[in-house]
């Protein structure tokens, strides 16, 4: 089967083509959104592109999907732990924010914030990020036994949206990250900081069912999605897709050697996988570049969604009104850029 097809400032010049891009792979468990990520990330990759990766699913495999072993990737430096490191670096100087410890996930920059660059150099980068073949990449964290009965894996994803909040991709610059299963980012505002939302989608009710609910969450708030089929086998399969999802579907991933070769634990260069395959990651990245950059709908929805956590439970934590963290005055985008 082919597939069809902020705060304290630094102007940065910026020179690549094409939009800065944040992109997301959400859909069900089991369904494949770690493979089609990884695949897509190697893609990117091998073409030179600024790219950053995020493992932010509870089960933690993009590393390995990437190449690294099972030991080298359980000892990776995690954004979870970390937390606190990342929380007192980006508050930098904000007047708003009276203390690292007051910052939420939710916690839009402002005035003082200290952002983060995709190349940049900085102390969350030097702590968070590692190198695996060539791809940089962050990890969230497992859901470890310490865990059990006394956090929830939101507590470690928050992490991942305090961080893209902060975030600042320049063009022909990337951001990946590989989500957790079903609806679990509508648990906050995480499922509205990507430019394009990929979701792999197999050719079954229970994985389509998934995507509706995914795409029902998601109407009213701008998120364009895309659905990715994969494990298409046959015409009965993408038949099926094609009814269940309509326009929605974008493209498809059909059976791979290379795939199945990864699965094995043999990491084959990207140029190896089958050209229709391959197809379908090209056309995944010409949407990518033809997404604008939309910077005041990124900043208002991170305000709109920190002021529904500070009322919802924040502030009663906090004990103040978090509310006053968000910066009304406060342009994102590359001129907030500190370097």
Known sequence: ??????????????????????????????????????????????TGRPLLAVDADINQHLAVALGASDTEAASWPTLG????????????????????????????????????????????????VREVRGVRLAVTGP????????????????????????????????????????????????FTRFDVTFLVCEPTVRSVGVYRQYRDHARDFGVQIAVIGNKVEDLDDLEFLRGEVGDALFGWVGRSAHVRAAERGEVRPIDRLEPENRDTLARMTELADG????????????????????????NERAGADLTDQIDPDFVHGPLSLVD
């Open 143 to 190: 859901f470890a036994d310490t865990d059990l009965g006394v956090a929830c894996y939101h507590s470690k994803v928050g992490a991942v949206e305090l961080m893209l909040n902060h975030l600042v991709d320049g063009p022909g610059e990337y951001v990946v990250v590989d989500m957790t299963a079903g609806a679990d980012a509508f648990a906050s505002g995480l």
């Open 1 to 46: 089967m082919s597939g069809c097809h902020a705060g304290r400032s630094c102007v940065r010049t910026l020179t690549m083509d094409g939009n800065p891009v944040k992109i997301a792979f959400v859909g069900k468990g089991g369904s494949g959104k770690t493979t089609l990520s990884s695949l897509l990330i190697s893609h990117l990759a091998a």
């Open 81 to 128: 732990d970390r937390l606190p490191l990342i929380k007192e670096y980006l508050r930098g100087d904000n007047p708003r924010i009276a203390s690292a410890a007051d910052m939420m996930k939710t916690t839009p920059p402002g005035a003082g914030s200290r952002l983060l660059g995709v190349a940049s150099d900085n102390p969350v980068w030097a702590e968070c």
């Open 291 to 314: 997404t604008p950059k939309d910077w005041v709908r990124f900043q208002r929805q991170a305000a709109e969604f920190h002021r529904r956590n500070a009322l919802a439970w924040g």
